[in-house]
């Protein structure tokens, strides 16, 4: 018969799996959201809301489900393994930015309507950061579910690309601009989504912060300029 500590890994484990799908389910939709503005299609964005809609209903089931654990283990009075505190926490840590980028996505796609509307061209440098974007959060999904630090760090250094995909739209869109090939309109909408593109990223740096934490006890930080191992003081 099992025993606590053997039962408690088991949950944790069907607990991770669960966020690994919501961290799948998230990527799909920022994919879809993506896909509408590509499609200058306003009924695929208004779709998008549905997903979001899943996405919330797993995150607070999730959560509920990482409370009970904890509560059963406290009642039962049992000493749970450090890895094992540490995994449920993580995993209460990471839900909760999954669900931010999923808002995120959703914030994609109400723009689809004013770049619909406007007439002008996506510049490439959009597809090229969009396409950058999707990749990090497959990435650092990837990196949670094989508790993979060395993919987690490729996640960080993913973020400076994204924020230099974002400088290259800027450019071009001035450009565009200034021959009178964009309207202000799109560019503020192209601007707008860049700008959730990086908090997207934002979001995804956090999660490999974890991932790095519960697989290999290492804590990074963003520092001087670069991200860094550092040793917390007890």
Known sequence: MPNSQDMFKQRIDGLKADLVRQGRRVQALMEASFEAIFACDPAAADRIAELDEAVDRVDVDLERAA?????DATGEAAA????????????????????????????????????????????????????SCVGVLRDVTSALDRLDPALAKVVLLSEEAIGQFKQALIR???????????????????????????????????????????????????????????????
């Open 172 to 234: 071009d869109v001035h450009q565009q601009i200034s021959r009178g090939a964009m309207s202000l309109d799109f560019a503020s909408g192209l601007h707008d989504v860049a700008g959730y593109c990086i908090s997207v990223a934002d979001h995804c740096t956090n999660i490999a912060e974890q991932v790095m934490y519960v697989a290999s006890g290492k804590i990074v930080r963003h520092l001087h300029g670069k991200w860094e191992e550092v040793t917390l003081k007890a």
């Open 67 to 71: 409370v009970s654990l904890l509560t």
């Open 80 to 131: 749970m393994k450090p890895e094992h505190l540490r995994m449920v926490l993580t995993i209460v840590k990471i839900n909760n930015e999954l669900e931010r980028v999923a808002d995120l996505g959703v914030s994609i796609a109400e723009q689809v309507r004013t770049l619909a509307g406007c007439g002008s061209q996506l510049p490439a440098t959009f597809r090229v950061m969009a396409n």
